[in-house]
């Protein structure tokens, strides 16, 4: 049986495979090198020598062949004694035993065992895939031309304290235009205020604001401003102006409803009305003829009373309305 398939695969992770009672094989580690008169390039290597007076059984071959071929280690000691066997009488006969990429054996006259390790060999793992090259320095290159040129080059000059600060006495201004500017418009103001700080508030609000306005034939709507309610024209929308100051609002009674919104369910609009009962808020719940239910916030006796309070409650609630029932 052959087996230095064996060897050979147990001398890449390791430094020392002992055949029993033949010798034993020890990889030797050179790091890379450059040959500077041929110009070739090493890499790493772990080249083979053979130790003949290392003979006894570590059972590391023994356990190898025993595991590859799910032996008895008893099987596996045989198989080894019968190659050793083989290769000494082999060795007697004066024939060159060779060990494929590893070397070859021969015994001298005077009866000693000669090892001539294979020079292409490299059992160094790190060294997978890497070949030496040949490469040579490149013709009429001398560092030392490039230090003086350096050396001799003008220093880079740097820029004065004075252009510095003028440099950021004209853009510091510029940023902080860039930035205040659009706080100061209208830029963010339109979504911010659009924004409902009353989670009911949504899609449904709008749905039921527009069946609200089919309903205004039977209902009297009021959108006009408290600062221009004088003599006002029931019928008649004017623009919102910006949110007043917050009013406490006074408990009254009277024609003129605060409504906050109109939803299909109740269950909502139930909801909503705790939310302003919590703020102190005299709230109350009916039925539009279109099927809605309408909250209202608070009832007011005037018409001016009515519009400072929806003015003050469309800060949080955009969309609030008065209705005169």
Same mark, same amino acid.
């Given at each position: ?60 071959? %023994? ?7 799910? %032996?008895?280690?008893?099987?596996? /000691? ?66 030392? /031309? ?113 409504? %906050?919104?109109?939803?299909? #369910? ?16 005299? #709230? ?42």
């Amino acid at each position: 049986m052959d087996i230095t398939a064996f060897i050979r695969e147990l001398l890449f992770g390791h430094d020392c495979v002992i055949i029993p009672g033949f010798g034993a094989f020890i990889g030797n580690y050179a790091s890379a090198r450059i040959d500077r008169d041929t110009g070739i390039f090493y890499p790493p290597v772990k080249r083979i020598s053979f130790n003949r007076n290392l003979t006894h059984n570590d059972g590391l071959l %023994t356990g190898r062949i025993s595991e590859r071929f799910r %032996t008895g280690y008893d099987d596996a /000691k045989k198989r080894v004694e019968e190659f050793v066997w083989e290769i000494n009488r082999k060795l007697e006969k004066g024939e060159k035993l060779l060990f494929d990429h590893i070397g070859t054996f021969i015994r001298n006259p005077e009866g000693n065992i000669l090892f001539e390790p294979d020079k292409n060999a490299n059992y160094h793992s790190g060294s997978y895939g890497l070949e030496s090259f040949q490469c040579f320095p490149v013709e009429g290159y001398d560092i030392r /031309k490039q230090v003086i040129s350096r050396i001799d080059r003008s220093p880079v000059r740097q820029a004065s304290m004075r252009k510095i600060m003028w440099r950021a006495a004209v853009i510091i201004p510029l940023l902080a235009a860039i930035v205040a500017v659009p706080l100061k418009t209208d830029l963010f103001r339109a979504r911010i205020e659009s924004a409902n700080l009353y989670p009911l508030v949504t899609a449904e609000f709008e749905n039921n604001r527009r069946a609200v306005d089919e309903d205004s034939a039977a209902e009297i709507i009021i959108t006009t401003p408290a600062e221009e309610i004088s003599d006002v024209h029931l019928t008649e929308t004017v623009p919102e102006p910006p949110p007043a100051e917050p009013v406490t609002p006074p408990v009254s009674e009277g024609p003129y409803h605060i409504i %906050t919104g109109s939803f299909q #369910t109740e269950e909502n609009a139930l909801t909503q009305s705790e939310i302003l009962k919590a703020e102190g808020y005299n #709230t109350e719940i009916f039925m539009a003829s279109n099927g809605f239910y309408r909250v209202s916030a608070m009832r007011c006796r005037d018409l001016q009373t009515a519009a400072v309070i929806r003015d003050s409650i469309s800060k949080k609630i955009p969309g609030t309305w008065v209705l005169k029932r």
